[in-house]
């Protein structure tokens, strides 16, 4: 079995950072990538940075130059550095791995992790 696990959120005024963690254990595999969703109350959840097992990152306008996704592949753990928060930035936030065996490829999700930004 694999588990994800999210930490790091919390409560920060507007202008702060949090970073995120996402760790992964269990019989993973090899890392394919990750991506980082967060959802607000009453909307879809939304993508927020994409890392390939390359290093290729991807962010989306509304975070692109505030967030910064990276990995410890060693360590089968994921960061979400977020800089000069703002209010519409809170949400819970969500890991998603994925990962490789045998051909196949296997994707996991965390249980999420609450980052509030008060203004």
């Known amino acids: 079995q694999v588990k994800v696990v999210e930490s790091g959120g919390g409560l920060v005024q507007a202008g702060g950072s949090l970073r995120l963690s996402c760790a992964a254990s269990?019989?993973?595999?090899?890392?394919?990538?990750m991506a980082w969703y967060r959802q607000a109350p009453g909307k879809q959840r939304e993508l927020v940075a994409t890392?390939?097992?390359?290093?290729?990152?991807n962010y989306p306008d509304s975070v692109k130059g505030r967030f910064t996704i990276s990995t410890d592949n060693a360590k089968n753990t994921g960061y979400l550095q977020m800089n000069s928060l703002k209010p519409e930035d809170t949400g819970v936030y969500y890991c998603?791995?994925?990962?490789?065996?045998?051909?196949?490829?296997?994707?996991?999700w965390g249980q999420g992790t609450q980052v509030t930004v008060s203004s």
């Open positions: 998603n791995c994925r990962f490789r065996r045998l051909g196949h490829l296997y994707g996991y």
């Open positions: 269990g019989n993973t595999g090899s890392f394919n990538d």
């Open positions: 890392i390939t097992s390359a290093g290729s990152t």
